[in-house]
Each structure stands twice: as structure tokens, then as C-alpha cells.
């Protein structure tokens, strides 16, 4: 079971999948499964499939040893050659995202843990921010949002800095959050302005005075894999 920590010093992708119908996201899903299936690249540690619950898409959290295995592994004839032609005939938007783990919080205290074994609902939102303001952005949405740990229903978040991606551009910030049910995510949501305590507002009014755009999909885990297994 892959899990995430602010400890970790190697490379987390994010690769997002957007697509216009359910069929094309099953398409998605059962080429990742054959990937993660028969993947054995240096350096590649894990792949955990999700696939999008509000909006067609998948998305695989990845993590590898270093940027320079990655890359290998982009310029080989497979993934040039195979790999992106055939998710480029399912999708709408690709977009490989390379990023460090800026912050991570769990209620338990435990750690982050991402497994198709699990029942959390997930909210993956990429934040487009200035280059100069994006330090100050991982912070807004990470260490000022530890009032998230007394949330009914909130179970981790996880904050990642963008290093490099290809299919996006500018800098950004990518917020990976675990909830115990869709229920409790829109619970959280409704909130009313009013019945906000002072940290979340303080937290909210910064991290949107910091970002330049949003885009955010929910997704349930179905399929991971780790090195060695």
C-alpha cells in the first residue's frame, strides 16, 4: 500500500486524464491497470489508478526515485511511440505533473495511505499561482488548514509543488485530499460563511488572494501497485 509523507524526498506525479464520456474513462482505466500491470522502469516505485466520480477522467499518483529515472522513461519508444497515442485517442486534456511533497496531515496521525482497499472519497485540485507566490500557496493550503484534523469526516491532505509538467503551463500547486464519504466532503463545502471558524476563513481569504485558477475532479481508488509486488 503506497503511502505518502512529507519526509519523502523522491518524485510524485500526478497524471491527470480528462475525457468526454463513462466509456472513454473505462477505456482509460483498463490501459493504466495493463501499465501498472507489467510496469518494472529503474526507479519506479508505485502507480495508484483513480477513476473520476463528478467528471469523466482518471488520474494515477505515482511516485519514483528521481526525475532523471522519469524522464527515461518519457524518452523511451514505448511512450513516445505507444503509450501517448493511445491515451491521446481517449482524452481531451493529458497533464503529467511533476511535484515534491510541500506538506502532508492525517486525523489519525498515522500517515497518508492510498489503496483500492480503502473507501475515501478523493479531491484532487491543481491551483495555477505565480511562480513568485508559490511557497506562500503551499503554505496557505497546507499548514494553515490543519483546523482540518477536527472537520467530522476529514481523513488526510496532502500538499504538492510543482516542478515541472507537461500539458500545463505556469507554475501550480496540486492539493490531494482523503474524506471518509462524498457526504462528508459536501458537508464541508455548505458550510455557511458564517458558522466558518476564524482559521478556515483566514486560510480561505489567503490561499485566494494567491492562486490564479482552479480545477478540481473527485475520484475513487481501483487499482495500485508497488515495485516488487
Known amino acids: 500500500m503506497p503511502k505518502i509523507s512529507s519526509d519523502d524526498k523522491n518524485l510524485t506525479v500526478l497524471n491527470l486524464f480528462s475525457t468526454d464520456a463513462p466509456e472513454k474513462q473505462e ?3 483498463g490501459a493504466m491497470r495493463e ?10 516505485m508505485s502507480s495508484t489508478v483513480h477513476a473520476g466520480v463528478d467528471k469523466p477522467g482518471t488520474a494515477n499518483f505515482i511516485q519514483w526515485r528521481s526525475r532523471a529515472d522519469l524522464e527515461d522513461r518519457y524518452d523511451g519508444e514505448e511512450f513516445k511511440h505507444r503509450t501517448l497515442p493511445l491515451f491521446g485517442e481517449l482524452t481531451t486534456s493529458i497533464r503529467l505533473l511533476q511535484n515534491e511533497i510541500g506538506y502532508s496531515q492525517s486525523k489519525s496521525g498515522d500517515g497518508v495511505e492510498i489503496s483500492p482497499e480503502r473507501t475515501d472519497f478523493t479531491v484532487i485540485a491543481v491551483f495555477g499561482v505565480e511562480e513568485k507566490n508559490q511557497d506562500d500557496l503551499v503554505d496557505a493550503l497546507g499548514p494553515s488548514m490543519k483546523f482540518l484534523s477536527d472537520v467530522p469526516g476529514y481523513v488526510s491532505h496532502t500538499i504538492l509543488k510543482g516542478i515541472a ?30 458558522d466558518k471558524p476564524a482559521a478556515r476563513l483566514e486560510a480561505e481569504k489567503r490561499t485566494g488572494s494567491l492562486l490564479t485558477s482552479v480545477d478540481s475532479n473527485t475520484y475513487r481508488v481501483v487499482h495500485t501497485r508497488a515495485a516488487g509486488e
Not at 35 to 44: E, Q, R
Request: a negative charge.
Open 27 to 29: 477505456g482509460l482505466l
Open 165 to 194: 509538467a507537461r500539458g500545463l503551463e505556469g507554475s501550480f500547486v496540486v492539493s490531494y485530499s482523503q474524506w471518509e464519504s462524498q457526504e462528508a466532503f459536501v458537508a464541508y463545502q455548505a458550510v455557511p460563511q458564517g
Open 35 to 44: 501499465i501498472v500491470d507489467s510496469a518494472a522502469y529503474p526507479g519506479w
